[in-house]
């Protein structure tokens, strides 16, 4: 990637350099070709005429060489005081998960902040909150092992294929029989519970209301 770029910026530069340009235009020129080719243009030195619309460039060796010195390497600033790299390390390695969790309650399970005033409700709804999240884990987990190119977003968004509905029918005495439903799992979510080794619940019983519609007499 760095050596595409920088062969591009250098065609670039050659190209500005034998047009005839006014300075403003040059100056304009060669800001767009450093926004476009940000990483190039650090091993690059431009040096601009004061007086008129020319300019030279070179390659700076020694950044490059600094560059490829530092390649694959990664690079942790601290201010602990520790002198053994693991232990820093796995600090850094806390706050990926940390940062991890934090996006897992924001994204996958959608939670957002409620404005509660009882130290109850506030407490309550971090439980929750923490229970969903530990969910979330050990859906991971479990997947590890039973489905490893599976995520527990992808298996979350399969799941929200089935929904709850109620069908209403209305009988003859003027009650309503009421039948809640899930709907019918799709070939992909069924070769999923196989996987997962889940089933799903027996359909609900029916129910039916009370209270009859009371037919009213004229006289």
């Known amino acids: 990637m760095r050596r595409k770029q920088l062969k591009r910026l250098w065609k670039r530069l ?4 034998g047009r005839k340009l006014r300075r403003e235009d040059l100056l304009m020129k060669l800001g767009a070709a450093r926004q476009q080719s940000p990483s190039a243009w650090r ?29 694959g390497r990664y690079l942790l600033r601290s201010n602990l005081t520790e002198t053994d790299p693991a232990v820093v390390w796995n600090y850094y390695l806390q706050l990926v998960q940390v940062e991890q969790a934090f996006r ?10 409620i404005f509660h005033q009882d130290e109850p409700r506030i407490e309550t709804h971090i439980f929750v909150s ?16 039973l489905a490893p190119g599976l995520t527990s977003r992808s298996v979350l968004e399969k799941f929200a294929g089935i929904q709850m509905v109620d069908v209403h029918i209305p009988t003859t005495d003027g009650r309503t029989l009421i039948l809640p439903r899930y709907t019918h799992p799709q070939a992909d979510l069924k070769l999923l519970l ?16 009370v209270t009859p519609v009371q037919t009213q007499v004229s006289t």
């Open 130 to 145: 923490f229970l969903a999240y530990c969910l979330h884990v050990t859906l991971g987990r479990w997947l590890h092992g």
């Open 104 to 113: 897992n309650l924001k994204g996958d399970l959608a939670l957002r902040p």
């Open 43 to 71: 091993l690059v030195g431009v040096e601009v005429d004061a007086a008129s619309a020319t300019f030279t460039y070179r390659l700076r060796k020694d950044k490059l060489r600094q560059v490829r010195r530092r390649e």
């Open 14 to 17: 050659s190209q500005l350099q």
């Open 194 to 209: 196989e996987r997962l080794k889940l089933k799903l619940p027996a359909q609900p019983p029916p129910r039916i209301t």
